[in-house]
């Protein structure tokens, strides 16, 4: 069976996986998950994406991001991100050959249902594995420096979202913490890993339709 378009949108949120080719490991020690970062944090500005959360796993990343009207630089920046991930490995551990999956899985997100869902999605991932107790105890997630406990916070873009969680900075790093630490229902959990792993839209019917209207194309799989 052909595979699915990939679907991508200026503007919207966009919530990425790409994997190591095997599940390899692909961040073996400090250096290589301060690389990638320092990277995504480089690329964006080059690409005009923005980023809104990432989550730096073992053998795979997490990333939201969105395009903007030129949404050829979410290629370009998946594409950067990878080959300079791999030139460094490769340099490394004397080899060649590649290092991620060939394909990278994407789902568009409805900003002002999922948006602040993906983000926490993403950045329980190592809650969800056990490799640690909370959010704030793992170094290589967007989630301190989004709570403000990070000294290198001001390169993440904030979402009109996360805006409206308080009126004060301070506020909205609380309200969002508390966002975090809720218990995440079964339903939600369900909804955003199938729209990942089927290459779907994290979002409503309405929301279907809506990306349908503007992509101009039919999503043949809604549920």
Same mark, same amino acid.
């Given at each position: 069976m052909p595979r699915m378009g990939r679907v991508v !949108?200026?503007?919207y949120p966009h919530h990425i996986v790409q994997r190591g080719h095997n599940?390899? @490991?692909v961040f073996a020690a400090p250096e290589d998950y301060q690389r990638y970062v320092g990277n995504l944090r480089e690329l964006k500005e080059a690409f005009g994406v923005k980023?809104? /959360?990432y989550c730096l796993m073992t053998n795979h990343i997490h990333l939201l991001v969105a395009p903007s009207e030129s949404v050829a630089g979410l290629g370009q920046l998946m594409k950067a991100l990878a080959a300079r991930a791999t030139r460094y490995r490769n340099r490394v551990e004397g080899r060649t050959g590649t290092l991620w999956e060939g394909r990278y899985k994407s789902s568009v997100v409805q900003s002002e249902r999922y948006l602040l869902a993906c983000c926490r999605y993403i950045e329980l991932n190592p809650v969800r594995a056990d490799m640690v107790a909370? /959010? /704030?105890d793992y170094p290589w997630s967007s989630y301190n420096a989004r709570v403000g406990c990070s000294p290198d916070n001001d390169? !993440? *873009? @904030? $979402? $009109?979202?996360? *805006?409206?969680l308080g009126d004060t900075k301070q506020d909205r790093h609380e309200s969002y913490k508390s966002f975090v630490n809720q218990a995440v229902s079964n339903d939600e959990l369900k909804t955003i890993r199938l729209a990942l792993q089927r290459g779907q839209l994290t979002g409503t019917t309405r929301f279907t339709d809506e990306v349908e209207r503007i992509a101009g194309i039919r999503i043949a799989s809604r549920g």
């Open positions: !949108l200026p503007n599940r390899q @490991v980023v809104y /959360a909370s /959010a /704030a390169w !993440l *873009d @904030v $979402d $009109d979202c996360f *805006d409206v």
